[in-house]
């Protein structure tokens, strides 16, 4: 099975207007993509911050985590954490991974952009051997065009089954992508 | 397709020591699962909490959201809300649903208790004509034992195919159920 790993980027990622922005760390997203990144075996998790205060944030989120009181009265979120990685680019994250020829940026949206990679698909690549896979999430309202244009293919959007609306947040569209890449097939 | 929605407790469930406690309401699940259940066309969003100043809360949450600036802003918020029901409890929310005897209740939970119905069977069970159901999530450490104990069925736990670890925030396994229940099947 190649490697893989979860980066959620806050630059550059588009608002509502459809503006580049750079968005805020939200502190549920540090724990619930960290938890989630553990139980699909992810072996990092990238938090990707351009402005030097939020990285310190979340530095501080995680440490009171793991080595302060909360960690010893917690030790399932403290576990999670120890994945994470708290990088000012993209590109640092893939330097992580071996840098850009030793990885693959698999982008995600909610919206249809490009020709998808379907999850089957995705599935199918990831039980292969291969370089690391690098699975990307936007923060706002989905990832800038520079960031998928970068990437070497763009996982096909969750779609709803019923009905047209189509809004998950971050947290609950990463379990799902993890689920449907890495989760047990049904019967 | 049957009626289905899904219902977020907060007692009783457990703390970490086991014991049966009364959680307090988080902002983001208010969002998060309306979120979710809007795209997978539940019916109703019931937050279930016993303590009327909590529902107070829940309920100024989702004025803000509705009819507030925060509304006309980001309206996929205010139209995932639409869904929410704030109840003091379970059998509200299944009088909201017909009463006991027109709603079968299904819980879920992190680990293997009792004869559990696979996500496949709930599937097949969801497709035909029957009693609305209503898919029940519990804050905390979990749903207490008298809420199992009442259920009609016992969703299997989301079990992680890399590792032992299993400790998806409840943002997270709804998504996860939600799309194993209601999701495009993989091809």
Known sequence: MRRCAVALVHY???????AVVTSAVTNLDVHDLARTARTYGMSDY??????????????????HWTDGS??????????????????DSLDAALGSLGGRGEAEIWVTAARELGTPLSFA????????????????????????????????????????TRGEYNHLSVRS????????????RPA
């Open 12 to 18: 550059p990622v588009l608002d509502g207007q459809g």
């Open 46 to 63: 990238f938090v990707v911050h351009p402005i030097a205060a939020q990285r310190e944030l979340v530095e501080r989120i995680r440490q």
């Open 70 to 87: 909360s960690g010893r009265r917690i030790p399932d979120r403290r576990e999670a954490l120890t994945l994470l990685r708290v990088v």
């Open 121 to 160: 698909g995705a599935r199918a690549r990831l039980k292969g051997d291969g370089k690391a896979v690098l699975v990307v999430f936007g923060t706002g309202w989905g990832l800038a065009p520079s960031v998928i244009d970068a990437a070497d293919a763009i996982l096909e959007p969750i779609r709803p």
């Open 173 to 184: 569209a990463c379990a799902i992508a993890m689920d449907r890449l890495f989760g047990a």
